[in-house]
């Protein structure tokens, strides 16, 4: 054993506490009354980053929220230099009643740690850093250059950061991006994704009156917002789990026969799969398996939806108004602004009588990713996670999205190798999400072989 | 003017700081939380009744919920016992956003008192109270035999009622019901409502994953709870806005062309009705005018939805659970459980794969209510109402419901005159309720001459 796996073996007890600690910062990105949490968050990221080694870490500002920015460059010109990338804040926690314990008061139980953030993306960005930690202590280097960029709005796609990236071309050069933002296959296969889809966000509203009105003096006479709602959103996808929306397929680059069968070549338990969400059968678009509805199809799914009286009991109104949150996961060369578009225009056909309909279109959303299975970087991760699970990983596309990685490719030219630890049913964006303690140790020791690798790769 | 006209006149200012108070109290039946606020306005309302010279008026119970009575039965054998109705409880408040001022915070603009529960039904009822009260103090009697009922869950649709009823026959005989809950046409025009619409209530829920999953690694692969419901309640009513459920209108009593045109005959300004709601258009049944709708045709509302993430920003998961809140205005003679259980029956055989559905049907409802317009009772409101409005009243039929007056036709035998002095633009149910000032002393005046014009009434 080398001394910084040594070293990273003897403060474990300490990073958990760490990582406790930095869970219990509610950084939701999402509701504005958690701003200063990211704010918080990010002090304390700064604070940790200093304590490891890493050079007059920063806080720099992009729209409302913080980044935090670190380096270390001493590596040498011949060393490449790597972009480590992560995020700091955490999803929404609702519905509340769900969760066994307060999100935000992690708990361990079974070698795992509970909390909202636990795997995405807090426990698993806090990898890299106690890597660094440990080679510094150890060694009084890294054998790479090394830049970091933790962001705090990665759960809202990132709006502010296109102008970020464009503004700080020069600072963020890079050879490579590794992103401690990702998951593994399972507890004993590892995978690198080769894709990751897009993503776009909508808010439909409909209107009707001009507040909510009593159902027996109105009710059959004007049309009632929900019903309008309801028929909007059940003319988006057809019966074969198809989405109706004109041009929605349109850019799709289709696999080819051989890349399908790759990708389902990989072991795929469905049942189980079915079994630990609590569904009987897989629904969606006919002609597809499940993991390629997944990886390389385009989806339109509605996440919320509320109008009207949800408290306990009847209140017999037709409302004002009601309201879905939509979005939309993209391929590969789907564009995240036009699909959005094309779903906005064809609910604006579609609008009933006796209502009205506003369309809100987030701005930015995220490109599809890709970035092929032979590049250098994959190569190395690769052997890494051959070296570390003792058989070669798959080449997967995710159904997430990370609004970031495109804009590293667009903007700096890099591809960004996906190296996080996390696991599929550790409950992420869900009640009760989790990261296993073993994956946390088994991620320090795969990231410190990476930057070893790396040190002697062409990129 | 007559010594109790001239007591009433006097002790305007007292009144309306005695409903303030009245609408204090924040007595919402259907949250749980307000419970004790119900009692509280149940031992409110029995000193105001015990100020007033009734005879110890006493808190009895149905289920959880208190209701008021008190009588005065001195008035002789030969004179008729008149049973007063009215009700304490109140709607909700939501959406809070858009009272102007706090709801349970009265608050006097343009001779307009404004909380929710104003105009229904703590306004309403105090009405005959006063009058009870000037009378007594002035005349030292009443001309009839005076029994009150005042119950505190009429917004719940009385579930407890049904059995209190039965149980206390004896105590509330009577010849007579004159109901404190109900609205004239308009400041100038009079109505005697002769019908009322019935009402049964439904909560559907569809269901999916175990907890909400994330949208990006399952999204495309499940069924989404909010799309299959979307789609169910997209096949409640076809595009003619009829009720598409199986047997909906079947037990409906189609009215005579003469009754619908003397329905359709009372003047009625749609424009003015669309403007007020801020709606452009009606939108109903084909082939029934707007009063039509609201009058004598059966509806059915979806009043709430909820589903996934509704809080700000965007969270992309695909729910646990959506659910719908449905309530139904039923017509003669239609019955409320057979109704809901068609509507139920009809979403069973309808649900898409990959979710399961559960519907909720609400035990009781109200059964739909009519009353000829020559009933004596009707005969001597029509009377009271030329004298105080210079015209004759319309007879017309109302679209809201009131639960009671089909038990106390059915239990009791008896009618229900509908004498209550709001007006329909007053926001009941809705943000900014308010009762005018001028119709609460209009319809002291009214209670007065009807209490009087009664003793002389063959029941």
Redesign the interface.
């Known amino acids: 054993m080398t001394s910084w796996q040594r070293y990273l073996q003897q403060h474990q007890a300490q990073f958990i506490e760490q990582m406790s600690e930095f869970l219990r910062i509610p950084s939701i ?4 009354e958690h701003l200063p949490d990211v704010w918080q968050c990010a002090r304390w990221l700064v604070q940790r980053l200093e304590s490891a080694g890493i050079c007059q870490p920063a806080i720099l500002q992009a729209g409302e929220y913080p980044l935090v920015y670190g380096e270390w460059l001493e590596a040498g010109e011949d060393a490449p230099t790597i972009l480590i990338y992560g995020h700091f804040d955490v ?2 926690v ?2 509340l009643s ?1 969760w066994h314990h307060p999100p935000f008061e992690p708990w361990i139980e079974d070698d795992k740690i509970y909390a909202r953030g636990a795997s995405d993306d807090k426990g698993n960005m806090l990898v890299p850093i106690v890597v660094l930690e440990a080679l510094l202590r150890t060694e009084g280097r890294l054998p790479v250059n090394v830049k970091l960029l933790f962001e705090g709005q990665e ?3 990132s709006p502010d950061l296109p102008a970020f990236i464009a503004a700080h071309k020069t600072r963020l050069a890079c050879d490579l991006v590794v992103s401690a933002d990702g998951w593994q296959w399972s507890e004993s296969e590892a995978d690198l994704r080769t894709g990751l ?1 897009g ?1 776009c ?1 909508l808010e439909v509203t409909v209107s ?17 917002p ?2 309008g ?3 909007l ?5 057809d019966e074969q789990g198809r989405v109706c929306v004109p041009g929605f397929y349109q850019q799709v680059k289709a696999l080819t026969q051989a890349e399908r069968e790759q990708l389902n070549a990989i072991p795929f338990d469905e049942a189980q799969w079915l079994a630990r ?3 009987t ?5 006919q002609g597809y398996t ?1 993991r390629e ?2 990886g390389i ?3 339109l ?19 004002a108004r ?4 939509i ?1 939309c ?1 993209l391929v590969p060369d789907q564009h995240p602004q036009a699909i959005a578009q094309a779903v906005a225009d064809h609910l604006h056909t579609r609008v009933p ?2 209502v009205t309909l506003q369309v809100k279109v ?1 701005p930015n959303g995220a490109h599809p990713y890709y970035m092929a299975s032979d590049h250098p970087g994959n190569q190395a991760a690769a052997h890494v996670l051959e070296e570390i699970y003792g058989r070669a990983p798959y080449y997967t596309r ?4 990370i609004a970031l990685l495109t804009l590293f490719q667009q903007q700096l030219g890099v591809c960004t190798v996906i190296f996080g630890f996390g696991l ?1 049913d550790e ?6 999400e989790f990261f296993r303690l073993a994956q946390f140790a088994r991620g320090q020791r795969a990231w410190g072989a990476l930057l070893l690798r790396l040190a002697a790769t062409r990129l």
Not at 322 to 325: C, E, L, N, V
């Open positions: 990105s999402a509701q504005p999803q929404p609702e519905p769900e759960e809202i796609l889809r993503l966000a009707g009156p001009r507040q909510d009105v009593h159902a027996g003096t109105h009710g059959g006479a004007l049309a009632n929900i019903h709602l309801a028929q959103l059940s003319g988006l996808h969400v609590g569904v059968e897989p629904f969606g678009e499940t509805r997944i199809r385009p989806t799914e509605v996440n919320g939806i509320s109008g009207g009286y949800q408290g306990h009991g009847v209140k017999t109104i037709i409302p009601a309201t879905a949150k979005t996961r009588p006796g987030l995710s159904g997430g999205s599929p409950n992420f964006h869900a009640p009760n």
